[in-house]
């Protein structure tokens, strides 16, 4: 099950970022290319978009606000 770890490394790497920063993730593994635009729902921030070149998959994932503020 390798697909939630590189999304649990990009939450390490958006939580030192600004908010509206976007995050350029390289990987190979298909499935969490599939699991990131749910994650990004889940976490608040905004899946900007994927590509595939030879096996690589880059991920742009944008820091986001929080989808549900405290009233």
């Known amino acids: ?3 939630p770890y590189p ?4 939450r390490a790497a958006i939580a030192l970022m600004s908010e509206g ?6 990987l190979t593994d ?3 290319v ?3 635009p749910a ?7 905004r899946f900007v978009g994927a590509e595939e070149r030879r ?5 742009l994932i944008q820091k986001g606000i929080d989808p549900c ?3």
């Not at 999304?7 to 990009?10: E, F």
């Not at 096996?55 to 991920?59: A, K, P, Q, Y």
């Open 1 to 3: 099950m390798p697909a």
């Open 7 to 10: 999304l649990l490394g990009a």
């Open 21 to 26: 920063e976007i995050l350029s993730l390289l």
């Open 30 to 32: 298909r499935d969490c």
């Open 34 to 36: 599939l699991d990131a």
């Open 39 to 45: 994650w990004c729902r889940m976490t608040g921030n």
């Open 55 to 59: 096996g690589i998959h880059r991920l």
């Open 69 to 71: 503020p405290s009233r």
